[in-house]
């Protein structure tokens, strides 16, 4: 019993493929990208507050430093910072979902604004 490839499937698929491509991308405003935006960064936060605690708590234990520079050091811990060569590094937790709407948002809106 052998099997066979059923072509049929396929020649179905191209008017859909053709139609998706035709349809243009959903309309996003500046307004709902900045909604997505904060609650990107609201969510990063929330996941980040463990981490800096942490790190600033293992600061003060060692006791190099002192209590408010540990605390201002670490504020800003897991954002956007440029690395050694001055090009920005990513920032920790935009892979969560909320960060990838907004980044594709952004993405749209941007693609958007390009077409004439």
């Not at 066979?4 to 996003?28: D, E, F, H």
């Not at 609201?42 to 600033?56: G, H, M």
Request: hydrophobic fraction near 35%; proline fraction near 7%.
């Amino acid at each position: 019993m052998a099997l066979r490839y059923n072509n049929s499937g396929k020649y179905l698929m191209i008017p859909l493929i053709c139609l998706l491509a035709a349809t243009p991308a959903l309309a996003v405003t500046d307004a709902e990208v900045k909604k997505l935006q904060q609650q990107c960064e609201a969510v990063r936060e929330k996941s980040l507050a463990p981490i800096r605690a942490q790190r600033t708590q293992d600061c003060i234990d060692q006791q190099l430093r002192s209590k408010d520079h540990c605390e201002r050091y670490y504020t800003t811990y897991g954002n956007v910072a440029p690395g050694p060569s001055g090009a920005p590094q990513q920032g920790y937790f935009y892979n969560l979902p909320e960060c990838q709407a907004w980044l594709q948002a952004q993405d749209a809106l941007r693609v958007g604004r390009s077409r004439p």
